[in-house]
Each structure stands twice: as structure tokens, then as C-alpha cells.
Nanobody, 129 residues
Framework: QERLVESGGGWAHPGGSLRLSCAAS????????MSWVRQRPGEGLEWVSD????????YYKDSLKDRFTISRDNSASTMYLQIDRLKREDTALYYC??????????????????????RGQGTQVTVSS
């Protein structure tokens, strides 16, 4: 049974950093593209980043690429999202997910919930002073 479990969220000051983790099990993690998506209060699902199976290729939402870093450790079946210089607008529920397809950055940004084969339960990030 496929399972994705996010952790590492919490409360942080603006300007701070957080590192989110996603532990995967039940499928061949190293064979799949993986994604981070988030849902801010009152908004829909927002694509954040994708990483290729090897980790060599990474895509980011343009407005986030200077502060967000995606990575993975296939030996541990774990994916990470480093968020630096946190802003209040980063407050959201962050999910890791396995996308059904990966295309251009513009196409990835248009993904809806149904475009992911599986998504975890999320980890809450709250940024406030």
C-alpha cells in the first residue's frame, strides 16, 4: 500500500527556515518523479516543486525558486523541501505527492488534485511573529 508521510512543519518566524521531510513506502520510490504542493488557508492546491527520480532535475514555481530547495534520498525513500527566508504567505499545509505526469513548469503549475496519483496527509507550516 502506497504511503507518504510528511513531517517537519511547525511554527517559524518570518525570515527563518524549515526543512520538511516526506517518507515514502509501498512503492518503488526511486522510479518516480515526486512533488511538493501546498494549500494556503482558503485557497486551492498550489504546485511548489518537482524532482526527477534520480534527483538530477528539479522544477520550481517561479515565485518560489529562490527560497525553496527540493531534494531526495532514494536510499532512504525520503524527499525533502528546504524553505529559507520564510514569509507569512508561506503559511500552508504542505503535501508531498506523486504526480501522474510531469511536463513543462507551466503545465505542472496547472495540476489539480486529480493529477496526483497519491498525496500524503500534509504537514502544517505557520509563519508569524
Amino acid at each position: 500500500q502506497e504511503r507518504l508521510v510528511e513531517s517537519g512543519g511547525g511554527w517559524a518566524h518570518p525570515g527563518g527556515s524549515l526543512r520538511l521531510s516526506c517518507a515514502a513506502s509501498g512503492f518503488a520510490f526511486s522510479n518516480h518523479w515526486m512533488s511538493w504542493v501546498r494549500q494556503r488557508p482558503g485557497e486551492g492546491l498550489e504546485w511548489v516543486s518537482d524532482i526527477s527520480p534520480s534527483g538530477a532535475t528539479k522544477y520550481y514555481k517561479d515565485s518560489l525558486k529562490d527560497r525553496f530547495t527540493i531534494s531526495r534520498d532514494n536510499s532512504a525513500s525520503t524527499m525533502y523541501l528546504q524553505i529559507d527566508r520564510l514569509k507569512r504567505e508561506d503559511t500552508a499545509l504542505y503535501y508531498c505527492a506523486r504526480p501522474k505526469t510531469v511536463g513543462t513548469i507551466a503545465a505542472n503549475a496547472r495540476r489539480q488534485a486529480g493529477d496526483y496519483a497519491y498525496r500524503g496527509q500534509g504537514t502544517q507550516v505557520t509563519v508569524s511573529s
